[in-house]
């Protein structure tokens, strides 16, 4: 039995999620950063050890309180393809690749390579939950314009994702929806980045047209809204 924690960090708007395995009273953190000692209050006010952090992309936003939370009983995971882009991950970090599996309450986390945003992203599936980091967001996505980004990976990992189930929860890297989190058939319903099929289609809504058309709180677009804008 586990269930999922989150907390948010207001002041940069990202969601830090502790998965909690309730037998053993052990949390998993996914991308803790800039508030350990919340992290800390948490997993003591729940009566749970940290013994693992989940890396989705390495990105300083998402990483920057590891060494605050990081120790000896403590395993770190991240996509083998994403630690070489950070300089500052343990020499001991176990490197993960598509379809891994770690072990954890009585199940198992399964690992999604969803490389676009960075060039290592993954996600972590267990049970009927997704953790998308920042490769998907409540009625958004990740960003293809940074160092490292690809937005035809990106369109290419989304199409991945589609795959699962539409009752899976989501739970997103960042509180930029209009919810925090939702499922998968409701953003293959109302999530532009999700509804184009077309990779051409894709990579330049997500580079040239998302950012003039489209505000924080994401909310859903209809398909005659998104046929509009991808053909005026």
Known sequence: MYDIITLIVE????????????KRNEA??????????GIHEVLAEEGLTLTGILITHSHHDHVN????????????????????????????AILLTDGDEIAFANTSIGII??????????CYHIGGDLITGDTLFIYGCGRADLKGSDPHALFHSLQKLKTLPPETTLYVGHNY??????TLGEQL??????????????????????????HTPYGPISRAELDAVLHS
Do not use: Q
């Open 113 to 122: 390579k969803t490389p676009g945003h960075t060039p290592g992203g993954c």
């Open 189 to 214: 319903a109302g999530n532009p980045f999700l509804m184009i099929d077309n990779e051409a289609d894709f990579v330049r809504y997500r580079m040239e047209i998302a950012g003039k058309t489209r």
């Open 65 to 92: 309180a590891v060494s605050e939370l990081y120790g000896e009983r403590v395993s770190l995971f991240i996509s083998e393809d994403e630690h070489p882009h950070w300089p500052d991950c343990p020499e001991d």
């Open 28 to 37: 998993f953190v996914v991308d803790p950063a800039w508030d350990a000692e």
């Open 177 to 182: 929806g209009i919810a925090e989190t939702s």
């Open 11 to 22: 002041d940069h708007d990202n969601f830090i999620h502790i998965l909690a395995d309730r």
